[in-house]
């Protein structure tokens, strides 16, 4: 795990310099969703059982109220993880014919009546889809916070400007700048290239910027990256399948986070700690995202 004093090192390098730096120091426990393999992904109980486990980061993925509040939630839509379909029978929309509830189309006060926790378990009833804002008040001074613009275009359709509120939200917790605050360090990310480019030139973001991908990258393709990317999260098959990538991206002093490793689909490993192990000892992974932060290597 990352240690205080490499985190100030980071952020008097990132002040010194007024710009962004690599995110992070090796080896680095990124909580998925939180603690989501013995929680409710997305729930103030994963986010505190991260805490408890030691993760170095914990992630929230953001998606956008009706009201335009940012709320931590995987979907788009409502129905996996929540009760909507019970509170909210007659709202529902039909996509290629599937009922679905968009988070879009729900204020807060709505979405903040319905149980995001006893799909996974019956004691976790009761457990709320948190604003982005009860998530830091949760996390803040604790570990480092990497949030996730999800869907930023499908909000832009509706008017809603994700990457603004989310340098709202920042600005007034003061985490808006590299260093602001030594032990919440913030690191964002995203699949969309454009939401990225956008921090950069329209909120003029000075924090680390992390691109999500799926498709491996040629050399050349991570140069492009690097205009608008600090950091490379590839999926861990494609390091798998690849391992130079994390050295073409090192080359341009890129770091690499990998995603997901969890129970229960660990591949040719015997168990999840066996495939982080090797994806930061034999890889050289900076971090990585997992649903298990309890079995993150610590020697």
């Not at 710009?19 to 109980?45: M, N, Q, W």
């Not at 505190?48 to 992630?59: N, P, S, T």
């Not at 008040?137 to 930023?152: F, L, N, R, S, W």
């Not at 602001?180 to 003029?204: G, N």
Request: aromatic share 6%.
């Amino acid at each position: 795990m990352r240690s205080l004093a490499a985190l100030l090192v980071l952020a008097s390098v990132a002040v010194a310099a007024d710009k962004p730096v690599a995110p992070y120091t090796k080896p680095t426990c990124i909580a998925h969703r939180g603690a989501s393999f013995d929680a409710p992904e997305h729930t103030l109980a994963a986010y505190e059982l991260a805490l408890k486990y030691g993760a170095d980061f914990v992630e929230p993925d953001l998606q956008l109220t009706k009201d335009g509040v940012l709320v931590c939630l995987h979907d788009t839509t409502l129905e996996r993880t929540t009760n909507v379909k019970d509170v909210f029978p007659d709202r529902a929309k039909e996509v290629n014919g599937k009922k679905t509830w968009p988070v879009a189309e729900f204020t807060l006060k709505e979405i903040q009546m319905l149980d995001a926790g006893g799909w996974k378990d019956k004691k976790f009833a009761g457990q709320r889809v948190p604003t982005f804002q009860q998530m830091i008040d949760a996390v803040k001074g604790k570990a480092g916070i990497i949030p996730e613009t999800k869907a930023p275009e499908v909000y832009g359709k509706l008017g809603l400007n994700m990457e603004k509120e989310l340098m709202a939200v920042l600005k007034a917790n003061k985490l808006d700048a590299p260093g602001a605050d030594p032990k919440t360090p913030v690191v964002i990310q995203s699949f969309s290239a454009e939401s990225l480019k956008a921090l950069r030139k329209d909120h003029a973001c000075r924090l680390p910027l992390v691109y999500l991908f799926t498709v491996d990258q040629t050399a050349e393709k991570l140069k492009e990256m690097k205009e608008y990317a600090d950091g490379i999260a590839p999926n861990k098959a494609l390091v798998l399948k690849r391992p130079g990538l994390v050295a073409d991206a090192h080359a341009l002093g890129m770091s690499v986070t990998v995603w997901t490793c969890r129970s229960g689909s660990t591949g040719q490993f015997k168990d999840v700690k066996a495939e982080m192990r090797h994806m930061l000892k034999e890889l050289k992974v900076d971090a990585i995202f997992t649903d298990n932060p309890d079995q993150f290597p610590k020697e």
